[in-house]
């Protein structure tokens, strides 16, 4: 079945230390890549997004690249801080059509240290 | 807050036992899922809600079962629980389908004793 696979399971930065996650995706439909971050007790909270036609995201300290070719994307996060520390999660669209549900990576443990 | 309310947060049950799981999508939502997430499974797509409709089905048990009903909220229905069934159960809506920005709840913790 399809799937997207996510490294690395844990990740620890020093403050100020840029961060990167990688997740490849098996499914050549996918045309929609959220990432989502979450912390204990909460709900996954969309933190950016990119769609197959464009191969760069950015917004602020937060971007986001994907290979198509490759089907490999990225989240880097630079300066990272305290409150960056949680688990981040990529996902990709199944199918390029009507359906909208998403297959998760397992998840990044990122620590950032003080 | 994402604007996704899910009830009840947390449920504790027996074995054996039914419970039903509660989402109200964000206002303007048509669309609605449900994942189940479990420290060794990660986050697992079980089933897609459009407007009242089933759009798609993941990994969801033959004893799991839900609904949209017309004012646009879920309900998933789990029955002769297992042990396994323990896990959290997220709701998550976006206004289309196919690939648009979905939110996702809080989530309720159902523990299985």
């Known amino acids: 079945g399809e799937n997207v696979e996510q490294h690395p399971s844990t990740l620890s930065v020093q403050e100020g230390d840029s961060a990167v996650i990688k997740c490849t995706y098996s499914?050549?439909?996918?045309?929609?890549f959220p990432w989502y971050k979450q912390e204990l007790g909460k709900g996954p909270q969309l933190i950016i997004d990119?769609?197959?036609?464009?191969g760069e995201k950015k917004d602020q300290r937060i971007a986001v690249t994907l290979n198509k070719t490759a089907k490999h994307f990225s989240l880097h996060i630079t300066e990272t801080q305290p409150e960056d520390s949680a688990v981040y999660f990529c996902?990709?669209?199944?199918?390029?059509?009507?359906?909208?549900?998403?297959?998760f990576g397992k998840g990044t443990k990122l620590s950032v240290k003080p | 807050d994402s604007g996704v309310t899910q009830t009840p947060k947390h449920l504790i049950t027996a074995t054996g036992q039914r419970v039903t799981l509660r989402c109200s999508p964000r206002?303007?939502?048509?669309?609605v899922y449900w994942y189940q997430q479990s420290l060794d499974q990660g986050l697992q797509f079980l089933i897609q809600?459009?407007?009242?409709?089933?759009?798609a089905k993941g990994n969801i048990l033959e004893r799991f079962s839900a609904q949209q009903f017309p004012d646009l909220h879920s309900e998933l229905n789990l029955s002769s629980l297992e042990l396994g069934d323990s896990a959290l159960y997220f709701c998550?809506?976006?206004?289309?389908?196919?690939?648009?920005?979905?939110?996702f709840g809080q989530g309720t913790r159902l523990t299985v004793v």
């Open positions: 998550a809506s976006s206004v289309e389908t196919g690939g648009t920005e979905a939110f």
């Open positions: 499914d050549s439909a996918s045309n929609y």
């Open positions: 990119i769609r197959s036609n464009v």
């Open positions: 206002s303007g939502d048509l669309s």
């Open positions: 809600y459009y407007n009242g409709e089933e759009r």
């Open positions: 996902a990709a669209s199944i199918g390029g059509g009507s359906q909208g549900n998403l297959i």
